[in-house]
Nanobody, 118 residues
Framework: LSSAAGSGGGLVQPGGSLRLSCAAS????????MGWYRQAPGKEREWVAF??????????DSVKGRFTISRGDAKKTVDTVYLQMNNLKPEDTAVYYC?????????WGKGTLVTVSS
């Protein structure tokens, strides 16, 4: 059974940084398509950043230059991706979800809360 597990949220002041982690387990692939999404209170879930198995990445415009998605050590048996979030803004406050995208099925992590507030 495949799954994705995200972690690393918390409370941070505006301008601060956080790093989120997401570990994919049970995938038949050593490197996977994985992404981060977020859902702010009263809003729909939106895509934030994505990394393909090839290593190429893409970002929503609102986080470009501030967030970086990357992949962990290729020698590790568990495929882990990170979302480094710098210069955080109050509008980044949301529950962040990671997603493991496999052929025919997406697997979502439980979500981790990021609160940006002074």
């Amino acid at each position: 059974l495949s799954s994705a597990a995200g972690s690393g949220g918390g409370l941070v002041q505006p301008g601060g940084s956080l790093r989120l982690s997401c570990a994919a387990s049970g995938s038949p692939f050593s490197r996977n398509h994985m992404g981060w999404y977020r859902q702010a209170p009263g809003k729909e879930r939106e895509w934030v950043a994505f990394i393909y198995s090839s290593g190429s990445t893409k970002y929503v415009d609102s986080v470009k230059g501030r967030f970086t998605i990357s992949r962990g050590d290729a020698k590790k048996t568990v495929d882990t991706v990170y979302l480094q979030m710098n210069n955080l803004k109050p509008e980044d406050t949301a529950v962040y979800y990671c997603k493991l995208a496999l052929p025919g099925m997406d697997y979502w992590g439980k979500g981790t809360l990021v609160t940006v507030s002074s």
